[in-house]
């Protein structure tokens, strides 16, 4: 399964399913990345961490390693 880490700059994805556990869970709830919520990443930070991404009409920055435990699918090509 792929997961918020491999989407690339200009692509749009599902949220699938949240891998995480515990406190880390609940802070990627908290953010509003929640099952079926549509995700765009915008930038990523010129040493790859952190990604920069839309999120219910919001920016959000996330580290990589928090982005690999969210699950994703329905990757598509945004032209924005």
């Known amino acids: 399964m792929a ?32 099952k079926g919520t549509r995700v765009h990443v915008r930038k990523v930070a010129p040493l790859g961490d ?9 920016e959000l920055s996330i580290r990589k390693d928090e982005a690999a435990s969210v699950e994703v699918s329905d990757v598509t090509r945004d032209d924005r």
């Open 3 to 34: 997961t918020l880490k491999d989407v690339r700059v200009g692509e749009s994805a599902t949220v699938t399913r949240l891998t995480g556990t515990g406190a880390l869970k609940r802070r990627i709830m908290d953010m509003g990345l929640t």
């Open 50 to 58: 952190p990604l920069e991404l839309t999120v219910r009409g919001y």
